[in-house]
């Protein structure tokens, strides 16, 4: 028997979306693997998946599904905004980069008591427009 001649039109359907999440610094450094993933479902609310980044994570979405991706900080880094999605493709690649902090920002309105860390360390400002400087071994 024989199949030449014939054709066969095929219609592929996905049940579901591969997502792969991965977490980088801009600058090279830290330690992005170690903060945590969350994905919640936005219809119902539920949480797919909660866990260290590590090297990456792989997870699959029902296709149709809205959710929303959100990241834990990491120490020395801007946290990055929740991100939200629809599954709609075979496969999504979301990268999470984390932004090394350029500068921080005090209320001054506030005692200098409040901005302190906890190791004994403080700011120190002299006047209203001055600028404030930390001490070197002050942990944020």
Not at 17 to 31: L, M, P, R, Y
Not at 47 to 68: D, H, I, M, N
Not at 77 to 86: C, G
Request: charged letters at 20%; a positive charge.
């Amino acid at each position: 028997m024989s199949n030449v001649g014939y054709t066969r039109a095929l219609t592929l359907t996905y049940l579901a979306e591969k997502v792969s999440i991965t977490a980088t610094t801009s600058d090279g450094k830290g330690n992005p693997g170690a903060s945590t993933v969350t994905i919640i479902d936005e219809d119902t609310f539920q949480v797919r998946y909660q866990g260290a980044v590590g090297t990456g994570v792989q997870l699959f979405v029902p296709y149709g599904s809205r959710y929303r991706v959100s990241c834990g900080g990491i120490a020395y880094y801007v946290t990055p905004s929740d991100q939200i999605f629809t599954a709609e493709t075979p496969s999504r690649a979301i990268p999470i980069v984390y932004a090394p902090v350029t500068r921080l920002v005090f209320d001054r309105r506030r005692p200098i008591e409040h901005h302190r860390c906890g190791r004994r360390c403080d700011c120190r400002y002299s006047r209203e427009d001055a600028p404030v400087s930390v001490q070197k071994n002050c942990r944020w």
